[in-house]
């Protein structure tokens, strides 16, 4: 008998509409699995049971009206990443450095969701105000983990919402993408992870003039993560760079894109040399896209990391760290964990110069991206140089600094946030050690997010990654 994780989260919304499961049972069936066996991943922070079951009791009441067209997700658990406002449910930013805040309205993206139906099953794990590519905090006082091998990290900063979903604890997750942070922990936890195009999703309350921050979905199947981020969109524009999507990203998923496609492809970062098994999934992507009809082109990388930009990147990170921690007690400074104090630090020395010097190049080498994919409708890179990395690993010794050595590591990602261009991670296939390698699709316009999710189905039913399970998916 299939057990309710075991559907998609597609196929729970069916089930839930059409009255073969309630919303109760799902949510007690997902609160059971999160008590048992969330606590070795390090997935969550705080769990809801109270609020959730009075939730999934208010949508089984609804439910029973009949259909519910303004909440496609009615009935559906969900939990919501520890860095956004979320009415009655506390959030820490990761850190014992300030208290947990419980808001009494809720960020944009987060109301959104919830106005869709969800039921709220708490909050997942994320590094100290999402800064590393890893997830650890003292909140927590483990690391999230990929399930596929549980002394890996499952990345950064939405690690706990990927290990939560992969391993069948909730049926989609919320993150937030500011240079991979959802991509990165969908490659290593073997899932699909979208970062829209900026201004796809609003990023009130708190939008910034770079915007380089969005949130995102990740999910099991690319119908799924298209699901949730229909939920996020912006449906009326009232903020900065908010735009509307116009159509459903969910439809996308189900028709093939137009014509054949030309698609760049290219490995290199400008940095370390990727893993042979990261180069083996580029290169098992792009021949399958070939086999689908589109035109491959291979060339050089046009916007390549330099120490310049790697700089401009930190100094970027720092300025606004320090910013959001100006004023903070020394009290309170001497409980933030070593890469939270290594940018603050930078920060603090960081002139208004040199804060606007970093953002020309970054938008230097963002425009490069754009200019490079002119000629070409899709990208087909790495998301990341190798696969998960040991526990610790960015800070395993060595001369180099730890967010160096994570840039080395994710250096294909942070400049979709910069361009504003959208990208997804999409699963290629296991490592011979049983590590998810994924492969990262960026379009080439602004605005190229129903492209992408069309040609990311597309993709999906050839892989046939769908089945791929890590060993607590069946307990």
């Known amino acids: 008998m299939t057990a309710p994780h075991e559907l998609t989260a597609v196929e729970q919304c069916a089930a839930l509409a059409g009255r073969t499961i309630s919303a109760v049972e799902l949510t007690a069936h997902y609160l059971e699995r999160i008590d048992r066996l969330g606590g070795p991943l390090g997935a ?10 009075k939730e999934a009791a208010a949508a089984d009441r609804l439910l029973a009206e009949g259909p519910q067209p303004d909440r496609p997700l009615l009935g559906l658990p969900i939990a919501f990443k520890d860095l956004q406002p979320i009415a009655g449910v506390p959030v820490t930013n990761g850190s014992t450095a300030i208290p947990a805040y419980t808001a009494e309205v809720d960020a944009a993206a987060v109301g959104s969701i919830r106005a869709a139906g969800t039921v709220t099953l708490g909050t997942t794990h994320a590094p100290e105000f999402g800064i590393p590519c890893y997830t650890a ?9 990929t399930p596929y091998a549980p002394g890996r990290s499952a990345s950064g900063s939405s690690g706990g919402a990927a290990s939560a979903v992969a391993a069948g604890l909730v049926p989609v997750g919320h993150g ?4 991979g942070s959802v991509r990165t922990p969908a490659a290593v936890c073997g899932l699909v992870g979208i970062k829209p195009s900026r201004g796809v999703v609003s990023s009130a309350p708190n939008p910034s003039f770079f915007a380089f921050t969005t949130d995102g979905p990740l999910a099991r199947t690319v119908a799924d993560a298209a699901l949730l981020l229909d939920a996020m969109t912006v449906r009326r524009p009232a903020g900065l760079y908010e735009v509307r999507t116009g159509q459903s990203l969910l439809a996308a998923t189900g028709r093939p894109p137009r014509g054949p496609l030309r698609i760049a492809v290219w490995t290199d970062s400008g940095l370390d040399e990727p893993h042979p098994e990261t180069v083996r999934a580029v290169a098992r992507v792009a021949a399958l896209l070939e086999e689908l009809g589109h035109e491959i082109v ?19 990170i720092a300025g606004v760290v320090s910013s959001m921690l100006a004023g903070m007690p020394s009290s309170a400074a001497a409980a933030l964990q070593a890469d939270t104090r290594w940018m603050r630090e930078r920060g603090d ?3 208004a110069a040199g804060f606007v010097r970093s953002t020309a190049t970054l938008a230097s080498l963002s425009t ?16 990341s140089s190798g696969p998960a990395v040991p526990l610790g690993h960015f800070h395993a010794g060595g001369s180099e600094a730890p967010a160096m050595r994570m840039l080395r590591w ?35 316009d602004h605005g190229s997010d ?10 999906e039913d050839t892989i046939g990654w769908q089945t791929r399970h890590p060993p607590q998916w069946w307990d």
């Open 450 to 459: 129903q492209l992408l999710l069309s040609v990311a189905a597309q993709l």
């Open 349 to 351: 020395r960081l002139t």
């Open 137 to 145: 905090s003292a909140v927590v006082g483990r690391a999230a983990v």
């Open 176 to 179: 937030s993408d500011g240079a």
């Open 44 to 53: 969550f922070v705080v769990t809801s049971p109270e609020l959730a079951l």
């Open 410 to 444: 994710s250096a294909y990602t942070p400049l979709q946030n910069t361009s504003g261009l959208p990208a997804v991670s999409l699963p290629s296939h296991l490592t011979p050690d049983g590590l998810p390698i994924g492969v990262q699709l960026t379009g080439a």
């Open 368 to 383: 490069r991206l754009i200019a490079g994919l002119t000629p070409y409708d899709l990208a087909l890179t790495p998301v």
């Open 298 to 316: 291979e060339l050089t990388n046009p916007a390549p990391w330099d120490a310049a930009g790697a700089d401009s990147l930190f100094d970027y």
